[in-house]
């Protein structure tokens, strides 16, 4: 039974810390903990998708004041899909939906149908991928009112948030995938594990949980409303704490040059 529900928790292939949140907020036993570090531990998945890359220190980013008022997207391909990615800066509930092209009319028909979900967000932010900077998105920012911003294309990180994301949905659907698990469960996990010292990304973005594969009661699912100002200060804190954290095993990198070997 415990081994069974360990599965579960793990259905996502989340780290230790997220694991063991997920658990704090359904089930436990007596060294539940030790057991989930022992079982992540020896993950194989896990173990080989360790990323050993040099990262650049993490660029700051303003706290939106209310959860889908600023939203980052990008393009990313895998597994012979090209997708979109849409993500809240506020909650980090993201989105993705696979492109039959990469038309700039596909990409908005795609995300026309995000905000449909969750509304229409204030800013949007994007790289300068040419689906993004065509004269068809412009219209489409024009005609359903939001404030479209464009990163350099020499600096990336003012689109940070979403090229973070684009790695983490990788990693996860290329999990899922050499796990023989749903994908979908996995994205599920995600947004209903707490975020350090948070609540989870449906809670932020929804005031609820969602229901998952894990036993639960019918209380915790009922709709909660949550303190905004102290749910902000925590926001800034997390961050503070997230870009320390981040940048002692990161670096400056020297601007390329041409003819520079990637």
Known sequence: ????????????????????????????????????????????????????????????????????????????????????????????????????????????????????KHGIPSKVRSDSGWQYVSAEFRQFAESWGFTHTVSSPHYQQSNGLAERFVQSVKKMLSKSKQDGKDPY????????????????????????????TIPTIKNRLKPKCFNLKNTQRKMKQQKMNQKQYYDKSSKPL????PNDTI
């Open 1 to 116: 039974m415990r081994k069974n529900m360990l599965n579960k928790l793990h259905e996502g292939h989340l780290g230790i810390e997220k694991t063991r949140k997920l658990a704090r907020d359904s089930i436990f036993w007596p060294g539940i903990n030790a057991q989930i570090t022992d079982f992540i531990s020896k993950c194989s998945v896990c173990l080989e998708s360790r990323r050993s890359n040099t990262k650049e220190p993490m660029a700051e980013s303003e706290t939106p004041e209310l959860p889908w008022m600023t939203v980052g997207t990008d393009i990313f391909y895998w597994n012979n899909n090209n997708y979109l990615i849409i993500v809240d800066y506020y909650s980090r509930y993201f989105e993705i939906a696979k492109l039959e092209n990469i038309r700039a009319s596909c990409v908005i028909t795609h995300m026309k149908s995000v905000f449909a």
């Open 185 to 212: 469960i996995a994205m599920l996990k995600y947004r209903n594990t707490p975020l350090e010292n948070l609540d989870s990304p449906a809670q932020l973005l929804m005031n609820r949980r969602l229901r998952t």
């Open 254 to 257: 020297p601007e390329l040059q």
